[in-house]
């Protein structure tokens, strides 16, 4: 039984925005007179939403100056995207494209504003290749809880059984088994193999072209791919 449905995290996972992201967070943070954190604490903050990460680093910042740090946080990395686009990962154009004319429906599931993520999407020539794309306003509960997972079945009429969530992050395995979706970690974003295998992915790839042979069946129970064990 292959999988229909593809959830797709943005950052890290379709798009090497690591370097943006943490820039901007700590630029952030030295505007608002706050320590500047590492670029593993910002990193580390990668797939909650911008209030989520800030709160993560500075968790006794009253709630309006967590917000006013997320403000920030926009306002700059607008000012900066304006001159740089973010790369895909390799191979990642052509196997969406691959995958679209498979049948496979794709969707996006992101921590970050919708319309910034389709800003994106438009610039790289794949925006027409998502059914669907889930930002954080579009949720009430953001990652790790599974209501985008959630969400995007019900509109789309897929059950758990049919999909499959692909992320770098913990916080996106979570989501998706929260769901009852497989889930698939991809090392080559902001974690590394060791977390998504401890988060419970069913899957652990490092290229992408991986997700194809995936997509097209279910492992069984205590099944192997790529030399990783299925769930």
């Keep these: 039984m292959k999988y229909e449905l593809v ?3 943005f950052d890290g996972t379709l798009a090497d925005t690591r370097e943006s992201i943490v820039l901007t967070f700590q630029a952030s943070m030295k505007e608002l007179g706050l320590r500047v954190a590492s670029d593993e604490e910002c990193a580390a903050t990668i797939g909650l939403t911008l209030e989520g990460g800030f709160k993560a680093i500075f968790p006794n910042l009253p709630p309006e100056k967590i917000r006013l740090c997320a403000a920030t946080y926009r306002r700059i ?3 900066r995207m304006k001159n740089y686009l973010p790369p895909l990962f390799p191979g990642v154009k052509e196997i969406l494209e691959a995958l679209k004319a498979s049948g496979h429906t794709l969707t996006i599931a992101s921590s970050r504003h919708r319309h910034g ?11 027409d290749l998502f059914s669907l794309v889930l930002g954080a306003a579009e949720v009430e509960r ?3 809880d599974p209501e985008a997972v959630l969400k995007t079945m019900n509109i789309l009429h897929f059950t758990p059984a ?7 992050m913990p916080f996106d395995i979570l989501m998706g088994k929260g769901a009852g979706a497989d889930t698939c970690g991809v090392s080559w974003g902001n974690s590394d193999r060791a977390a998504l295998t401890a988060a419970g992915a069913t899957y652990v790839i490092d290229s992408f072209k991986e997700i194809l042979d995936i997509t097209e069946q279910r492992r069984m129970q205590n099944g192997t791919y790529g030399g990783v064990r299925g769930r």
């Design 117 to 127: 993520t389709e800003g994106f999407l438009k610039e790289y020539g794949i925006f």
């Design 162 to 168: 049919e999909t499959l969530v692909v992320g770098d």
């Design 7 to 9: 959830i797709f995290d």
């Design 77 to 79: 990395f607008s000012e």
């Design 142 to 144: 953001p990652k790790p």
